[in-house]
T-cell receptor, first 113, second 112 residues
Framework: DTAVSQTPKYLVTQMGNDKSIKCEQN?????MYWYKQDSKKFLKIMFS???????INETVPNRFSPKSPDKAHLNLHINSLELGDSAVYFC????????????FGPGTRLTVL | GNSVTQMEGPVTLSEEAFLTINCTYT??????LFWYVQYPGEGLQLLLK?????DKGSNKGFEATYRKETTSFHLEKGSVQVSDSAVYFC???????????FGSGTRLQVQP
């Protein structure tokens, strides 16, 4: 059974388009995260939700909007995609908001042409 | 703010060699420290962790000790295998921030 799953695994799109990435966890965790990994493998937190409430919102352009319909799902919608948005986006979850053990999804590789 | 510094890679070793990947950190308070591993084409997996000074985390032959006096959490393994080839990330979390701060990752290549 997949603990943290993401769809799609690969996403290739044109500049200016709007796209969404979905994440689901079946671990019963309260907290979910989105991280961005750039071409040099550097990982940075973008957002975190605890029980559907936004608790971390890093300096991310307004074009990125997370949505958590329930605590098992955290989706990421990106408007007006730019070349610099090309990266691998990882979803993660943890038992609580203190995040001491985070479980990561397989990642979504986004390529903006 | 918090930061994690790892040694530059790639690190290339022969099978059965001894591995050390250095990691130092800057943080306010007393963070928990982690090593994550990313195999090619996969997400990150927690390798080991330590939550307080002098704790030793260990898993799959890998070890790291939380050294508060040197603000370090170096990863070691006595005898690496080809299957250990991956990117290794040192990370920390402090209760104030509630998200992982990662180092830049170190790629390990083990040759048969």
């Amino acid at each position: 059974d997949t603990a943290v799953s993401q769809t799609p695994k690969y996403l290739v799109t044109q500049m200016g388009n709007d796209k969404s990435i979905k994440c689901e966890q079946n671990l019963g965790h309260d907290t979910m995260y989105w991280y961005k990994q750039d071409s040099k493998k550097f990982l940075k937190i973008m957002f975190s939700y605890n029980n559907k409430e936004l608790i971390i919102n890093e300096t991310v352009p307004n074009r990125f909007s997370p949505k958590s319909p329930d605590k098992a799902h955290l989706n990421l919608h990106i408007n007006s995609l730019e070349l610099g948005d090309s990266a691998v986006y990882f979803c993660a979850s943890s038992q609580d908001q203190y995040g001491n053990e985070q479980f990561f999804g397989p990642g979504t590789r986004l390529t903006v042409l | 703010g918090n930061s994690v510094t790892q040694m530059e890679g790639p690190v290339t070793l022969s099978e059965e060699a001894f591995l050390t990947i250095n990691c130092t950190y800057t943080a306010t308070g007393y963070p928990s420290l982690f090593w994550y591993v990313q195999y090619p084409g996969e997400g990150l997996q927690l390798l080991l962790k330590a939550t307080k000074a002098d704790d030793k985390g260990s898993n799959k032959g890998f070890e790291a000790t939380y050294r508060k006096e040197t603000t370090s959490f170096h990863l070691e393994k006595g005898s690496v295998q080809v299957s250990d080839s991956a990117v290794y990330f040192c990370a920390l979390i402090d209760t104030g921030r509630r998200a992982l701060t990662f180092g830049s990752g170190t790629r390990l290549q083990v040759q048969p």
